[in-house]
T-cell receptor, first 118, second 112 residues
């Protein structure tokens, strides 16, 4: 049972290049999220999905696109990378409904993708 | 403005020296408050959820409490393996979606 798996773990891009980050979860979670984590700023939501085939914008969506063609996968794309997108990207997933102990709605995170854009 | 603030930003303790971390929030429509632990190079790991003022949860040396405007994470007799960054997140219901507001974390360093 792997939980949430992110690939790649590290990547260096040049300004203007494009790439896709992959997130896969094996917990049958309905909700999936992409965050970026920058020093001193906490986790900020980029995009999210409440189910297969649906996506929505979070707090900082500009410069990113997402797709969720299968329930277990959530892709984050950078069409034309900029230095401001240098960050650590985390994918998370959760169930839609809560349990009494809160575990069911708590987010489960991958170990992140460290992205540097030169 | 919906906001979550954690203090202090960093905390250095000697092994066995108890202390508390604070998470204050100004989020309307609170549905739950979550504590996570994050180790270097790893994603956040779920610790506790609190839903109502007065609620308490415990796990080993950690105890989380909740009031109407803040939560505390109490660490009793910490050990070096408790060193990590502790994140607080507040869940709000936005239409039919669970939105989470994260604080920037408290970095805890426990020295032997």
């Amino acid at each position: 049972n792997a939980g949430v798996t992110q690939t790649p773990k590290f990547r260096v891009l040049k300004t203007g290049q494009s790439m896709t980050l992959l997130c896969a979860q094996d917990m049958n979670h309905e909700y999936m999220y992409w965050y970026r984590q920058d020093p001193g700023m906490g986790l900020r939501l980029i995009h999210y999905s409440v189910g297969e085939g649906t996506t929505a914008k979070g707090e900082v969506p500009d410069g990113y696109n997402v797709s969720r063609l299968k329930k277990q996968n959530f892709l984050l794309g950078l069409e034309s990378a900029a230095p401001s997108q240098t960050s650590v990207y985390f994918c998370a997933s959760s169930y839609r409904t809560r349990s009494a102990d809160g575990k069911r709605v708590a987010q489960h995170f991958g170990d992140g993708t460290r992205l540097s854009i030169l | 403005e919906d906001q979550v603030t954690q203090s202090p930003e960093a905390l250095r303790l000697q092994e066995g020296e108890s202390s508390s971390l604070n998470c204050s929030y100004t989020v309307s429509g609170l549905r739950g408050l979550f504590w996570y632990r994050q180790d270097p190079g790893k994603g956040p790991e779920f610790l506790f959820t609190l839903y109502s003022a007065g609620e308490e949860k415990e796990k080993e040396r950690l105890k989380a409490t909740l009031t109407k405007k803040e939560s505390f994470l109490h660490i009793t007799a910490p050990k070096p393996e408790d060193s990590a960054t502790y994140l607080c997140a507040v869940q709000a219901q936005i239409y039919n979606f669970n939105k989470f507001y994260f604080g920037s974390g408290t970095k805890l360093n426990v020295k032997p």
